[in-house]
């Protein structure tokens, strides 16, 4: 079985920083690929920012420049970091983690539980 946990999240001004990290744990083979989504009050959810195996990596037009996604390897987690926050960015962050478990023979995508980032103008 496989845990995915987020922290980071909270209250900040604008013009801060927040950084956001996803945690998985378990029966990891391989993290694949991995994704930062967020939604605000009566929005959809949509993506913040991606990052593939290899690195390569693809951002919101709204967070580029401001936001960068980061992996520890070691530690089988993921990072969003947050600079120079504006109001807008206020929502609800989830990660997302594309993981092979032991023991399949395919991946499996798996969501965190989310964290609040809320920011005041």
């Known amino acids: 079985q496989v845990q995915v946990v987020e922290s980071g999240g909270g209250l900040v001004q604008a013009g801060e920083s927040l950084r956001l990290s996803c945690a998985a744990s378990?029966?990891?083979?391989?993290?694949?690929?991995m994704s930062w989504y967020r939604q605000a009050p009566g929005k959809q959810r949509e993506l913040v920012a991606a990052?593939?195996?290899?690195?390569?990596?693809n951002y919101a037009d709204s967070v580029k420049g401001r936001f960068t996604i980061s992996r520890d390897n070691v530690k089988n987690t993921v990072y969003l970091q947050m600079n120079s926050l504006k109001a807008e960015d206020t929502a609800v962050y989830y990660c997302?983690?594309?993981?092979?478990?032991?023991?399949?023979?395919?991946?499996?995508?798996?969501w965190g539980q989310g964290t609040q980032v809320t920011v005041s103008s």
């Open positions: 997302n983690l594309r993981i092979q478990v032991v023991g399949h023979g395919r991946e499996y995508d798996y």
């Open positions: 378990g029966s990891i083979f391989s993290i694949n690929a």
């Open positions: 990052r593939t195996s290899i690195g390569l990596t």
